[in-house]
């Protein structure tokens, strides 16, 4: 789902840091995403901050993986090297709409300089990207809302909007802000579906259940929907040569009347996931090539 959520921008280096030159990274961070009245959820801090030496960096990873992997195994220079993925309940959040936490982990090969490239960074970002019909909002469209992007900030954030299936079950639209940021050591994609957007008229937060029957589809009325935050985070590893480290955080609403109590959502995640991460992991190798 993280992937569906952002609309591709490209930024500099920014020599003062991430929470600085991203507000929204730091806005998911504390005071949180907001998931529901009054209810806010805070994102994990990343497991790997910058400015670490090589030695550190390898002993994060190492307790991150304990048991799970290897560190040789878990850093191999493969499409197919595992990840790893932990499924969360995430507290506070609405009992009608209770919050879930996805946190994948995994070790990609390629240049981190490559981020530069928009187009590298649109295949990135869509690579496994579930079916959806979308759109980066107009800067009218903003201004009717009341919403303005900072001048100098155009490379940097943008919104969009989108309408997809997700797991066959739950047909969602959702309209999100999106905002880079980057350093010479790493680079951050943050995303939220906005809350403004939650009742508009042309791009609401919402969500209709799918039921199939005799061979025929049918959609059911549309229910506020909010929404999701997310941010990805590609760090440059000292040791091994050309490693990068990325970490996905995701915080979502999932309303009861998604599954109905069932564990859809947690079997059917795990290989989604999977996917994600090698399509990932090509995009990247493509990088070392050149």
């Known amino acids: 789902m993280y992937s569906l959520l952002l609309t591709i921008c490209v930024c500099s280096a920014d020599p003062s840091g991430h929470e ?8 998911l961070l504390d005071p949180g995403l907001e998931i ?14 910058d400015a670490l030496e090589p030695a550190k960096q390898t002993t994060i990873i190492k307790n991150l993986i304990d048991r799970d992997y290897s560190y ?9 090297a595992p990840q ?12 009608k709409a209770p919050a879930r936490g996805v946190d994948v982990w995994f070790v990609a090969y390629g240049d981190l300089k490559a981020a530069d490239d928009e187009k590298f960074l ?10 959806g019909k979308g759109r980066g909002l107009t800067k009218e469209e903003l201004a009717k809302r009341g919403i303005t992007i900072p001048p100098g900030r155009e490379k940097h954030e943008s919104y969009g909007t989108i309408e997809f299936d997700f797991l066959e079950k739950v047909r969602i639209r ?5 905002v880079w940021s980057k350093t010479a050591e790493s680079i951050i994609a943050a995303a939220e579906v906005d809350p403004r957007f939650t009742r508009d008229p042309e791009f609401p937060n919402d969500w209709r259940p799918i039921t199939k029957e005799g061979g025929q589809v049918t959609v059911g009325p549309p229910q506020p929907w909010s929404g999701a935050g997310f941010y990805l985070k590609v760090t440059k590893l000292g040791d091994p040569a050309g490693a990068l480290f990325i970490e996905q955080h995701i915080i979502f609403a999932e309303p009861t009347g998604w599954f109905e109590g069932t564990n859809l959502f947690r079997s059917k995640l795990p290989p989604a996931v999977q996917k994600n991460v090698r399509d990932m992991r090509r995009e990247w190798m493509k990088t070392e090539q050149k």
Do not use: C, H, W
């Not at 600085?20 to 806005?27: C, D, F, H, V």
């Not at 040789?72 to 197919?80: G, H, L, P």
């Open 174 to 178: 959702a309209t999100g802000r999106a």
């Open 20 to 27: 600085a030159a991203n507000p929204l990274y730091k806005s």
């Open 122 to 131: 649109d295949r990135l970002l869509n690579s496994g990207k579930s079916e």
């Open 84 to 95: 790893l993925i932990k499924i969360r309940d995430v507290t506070p959040s609405d009992p």
């Open 72 to 80: 040789e195994e878990f850093t191999r220079r493969s499409v197919v």
């Open 36 to 49: 529901g009245q009054n209810v806010r959820a805070k994102l994990p801090a990343p497991t790997m901050p």
